[in-house]
């Protein structure tokens, strides 16, 4: 019976399993072949464990990514009804309310509000 070394690893959720490839010439330079199939092996597998942690995180970065975008969009949303509440109450439309910062034209709509005011109670 001859023992065979296998290689374990994973790639995208599937179970890998493969036999070690080794030099079988024979003599004296088999040992130094399947310890250098061994190592090359060892490497491969140490890339493709980095590999599927990097993709694991990548994953967790966009899921992140995606729930920050939510509510950036949901906080944007909120600060432009705001805005546009705030533009209807102080002036009706985004004219009026720049209107109302330059005090002389604020103090002319005023003056017209108020009149408009005193000709409704008569």
Do not use: C, P, W
């Not at 023992?3 to 079988?24: G, H, Q």
């Amino acid at each position: 019976m001859e023992k065979i070394r296998l290689v374990i690893y994973r790639v995208n959720e599937n179970l890998m399993i493969d036999d070690m490839i080794t030099d079988r010439s024979g003599g004296g330079g088999e040992g130094g072949n399947a310890h250098a199939a061994a190592s090359q092996t060892e490497q491969v597998n140490e890339l493709l464990i980095q590999m599927q942690h990097m993709k694991i995180e990548v994953m967790n970065m966009q899921s992140s990514i995606e729930q920050q975008v939510g509510n950036f969009r949901v906080f944007t949303s909120n600060q432009f009804h705001v805005v546009n509440n705030n533009i209807r109450r102080f002036g009706g439309t985004i004219q009026g309310a720049v209107a109302r910062q330059n005090r002389r034209e604020a103090r002319r709509t005023e003056q017209q509000q108020q009149a408009q005011a005193a000709a409704q109670l008569q």
